[in-house]
């Protein structure tokens, strides 16, 4: 219990000290068109992360820590760009989990 509670307070650490990751979740919040919305797509994103952890080892090329910034300040940019332009978009989540 203790290992998780260490692992999840270094994950708040990192998500509130990264700007990527402060503006993923600012678009993310502003990307949900209701507060129903917003409780789905928090936990949606939760979960990609959660399962993003025993996947990364497997992945074969090392991405350096500057690469999964700025993938996820496109990711941003595709989001907001996607809430803007299409604000009766349906897969909003499906973008979610693949680039949590």
Do not use: C, D, N, Q
């Amino acid at each position: 219990m203790e290992l998780i509670g260490r692992a999840v307070a270094a994950g708040m650490v990192r998500l509130f000290t990264s700007p990527a990751s402060l503006l993923f979740l600012l678009v993310l919040a502003l990307a949900a068109r209701s507060g129903r919305e917003a409780m789905l797509l928090l936990p949606i994103f939760l979960a990609g992360e959660w399962l993003a952890l025993p996947a990364a080892p497997r992945i074969p090329i090392p991405l350096a820590p500057g690469f999964l910034a700025a993938a996820m300040v496109l990711t941003s940019v595709y989001l907001a760009a996607e809430s803007a332009f299409l604000p009766e978009g349906r897969l909003r989540w499906l973008i979610v989990v693949f680039w949590a």
